[in-house]
């Protein structure tokens, strides 16, 4: 049972606005620690989207961003593209738990 | 950019042990945290832990009685031991390397574990 609740499933149409929330607490993403997004397409391994809360690594898309406000986080797709239907999961670090966690999972779909 | 691939068996008994190895390359083990990661089929990513070069680690508590992480710096490799399997442990592995912000920058492909008799 993660610590981290994401939104089972979001959708939108191509060149839509979509954002998946990754709700968390005071021990986790409200305690400051950073939290970092991924993006797992069908039959893959997970591929880091979005580090340090807000930062994408090379190579990554700049309509992908993310954000970060109090014991959540959340991350958006701008202009959704037929490429972008994946599971997204964040991640950050729990002080009760002592260790990482993630998100619950996002399953994204382009209509 | 480094490059991790996961090695170990694909069928293991339930009661007995799970034994993976996770083969750095493009880098050093001695520079970065590693971690073991699994996927149930259909299922979330679930954080099994890290360790760091020296040997230091951390462990998710779920798992903490059953698990051990270690790591050769000779071989440039780090390994995961899972015991007292059951079909609850059938999963894909993957093992990962964290940055300098702790994110999961690398991944390996990840190898499907199947408990069953």
């Known amino acids: 049972q993660s610590v981290l609740t994401q939104p089972p499933s979001v959708s939108g149409a191509p060149g839509q606005r979509v954002t998946i929330s990754c709700t968390g607490s005071s021990s986790n993403i409200g305690a400051s620690y950073d939290v970092h997004w991924y993006q797992q397409l069908p039959g893959t391994a997970p591929k880091l989207l979005i580090y340090?809360?807000?930062n994408r690594p090379s190579g990554v898309p700049d309509r992908f961003s993310g954000s970060k406000s109090g014991t959540s986080a959340s991350l958006a797709i701008t202009g959704l593209q037929a490429e972008d239907e994946a599971d997204y999961y964040c991640q950050s670090y729990d002080r009760s738990l002592s260790g990482y966690v993630f998100g619950t999972g996002t399953k994204v779909t382009a209509l | 950019q480094v490059q991790l691939q996961e090695s170990g068996p694909g069928l293991v008994k339930p009661s007995e042990t799970l034994s993976l190895t996770c083969t750095v390359s493009?880098?050093?083990?001695?520079?970065?945290?590693w971690s073991w990661i699994r996927q149930p089929p259909g299922k979330g990513l679930e954080y099994i832990g890290y360790?760091?070069?020296?040997?230091?680690?951390n462990y998710n508590p779920s798992l903490k009685s059953r698990v051990t992480i270690s790591v050769d710096t000779s071989k440039n490799h780090f390994s995961l031991i899972l015991s007292s399997v059951t079909a609850a442990d059938t999963a894909i592995y993957y093992c990962?390397?964290?940055?300098?912000?702790?994110?999961?920058?690398?991944w390996g492909q990840g190898t499907l574990v199947t408990v069953s008799s």
């Open positions: 340090g809360n807000n």
């Open positions: 360790i760091y070069y020296s040997g230091s680690t």
């Open positions: 990962a390397s964290h940055g300098n912000w702790n994110e999961l920058f690398s």
């Open positions: 493009g880098g050093s083990i001695t520079s970065y945290y």
